[in-house]
Antibody, heavy 122, light 110 residues
Framework: QPQLQESGPGLVKPSETLSLTCTVS??????????WGWIRQPPGKGLEWIGT???????YYNPSLKSRVSISVDRSKNQFSLKLNSLTAADTAVYYCARTRQVPKYFYMDVWGKGTTVTVSS | QSVLTQPPSASGTPGQRVTISCSGSSSNIGSHTVSWYQQLPGTAPKLLIY???QWPSGVPDRFSGSKSGTSASLAISGLQSEDEADYYC???????????FGGGTKLTVL
């Protein structure tokens, strides 16, 4: 059974850059069947898709975050990473990574990490 | 404001059948399959239904999904106390070229 684990700082200062990593076990980020994605959830609010990346490095981003976000994949470490810059308090959230299927007839996120809480505060 | 529209809350008594709706448009639900997620308090979301009406392994068939046009629904029959959670619908949106989620529905078991 594949597992995903997020890691990164829990506290980041405003205007700085957030860097999170998702380590995949029991599957390979080099798989041609899946994309690998990031989703966040502000306190007391719903889920917001941040972006997804394919093993080739091709990525899709939420248009509302596109100017500030970058997602990459490291096949040698079986990891994928999120970078979000110019942080504000509105970026405070639980950040989840997820294995994603996004091909015609199959759009779903079937394996999720447990999430990591990120607080933006000075 | 979410691209997909869900009622903010729903409720039912044990044993009842509850339905949660998810309304979208031709660029999302009208063009692609819908998935549903259950988020128990303090935990990560869990895939409940994919491809409109398919169950991942381990999900009880008390949960069922359907889609018609630009709307989708999640039905929970034989409601149990452990079903109390937030439920989200999601799909791909061609206009945004990305994933969209519903705002979530908080299910209360009375």
């Amino acid at each position: 059974q594949p597992q995903l684990q997020e890691s990164g700082p829990g506290l980041v200062k405003p205007s700085e850059t957030l860097s999170l990593t998702c380590t995949v076990s029991g599957d390979s980020v080099s798989s041609s069947s899946y994309y690998w994605g990031w989703i966040r959830q502000p306190p007391g609010k719903g889920l917001e898709w941040i972006g997804t990346v394919y093993y080739t490095g091709s990525a899709y981003y939420n248009p509302s975050l596109k100017s500030r976000v970058s997602i990459s994949v490291d096949r040698s470490k079986n990891q994928f990473s999120l970078k979000l810059n110019s942080l504000t308090a509105a970026d405070t959230a639980v950040y989840y990574c997820a294995r994603t299927r996004q091909v015609p007839k199959y759009f779903y996120m079937d394996v999720w990490g447990k999430g990591t809480t990120v607080t933006v505060s000075s | 404001q979410s691209v997909l529209t869900q009622p903010p809350s729903a409720s039912g008594t044990p044993g009842q059948r509850v339905t949660i709706s998810c309304s979208g448009s031709s660029s999302n639900i009208g063009s692609h399959t819908v998935s549903w997620y259950q988020q128990l308090p303090g935990t990560a979301p869990k895939l409940l239904i994919y491809s409109n009406d398919q169950w991942p392994s381990g999900v009880p068939d008390r949960f069922s999904g359907s889609k018609s046009g630009t709307s989708a629904s999640l039905a929970i029959s034989g409601l149990q106390s452990e079903d109390e959670a937030d439920y989200y619908c999601a799909t791909w949106d061609d206009s945004l070229n990305g994933w969209v989620f519903g705002g979530g529905t908080k299910l209360t078991v009375l």
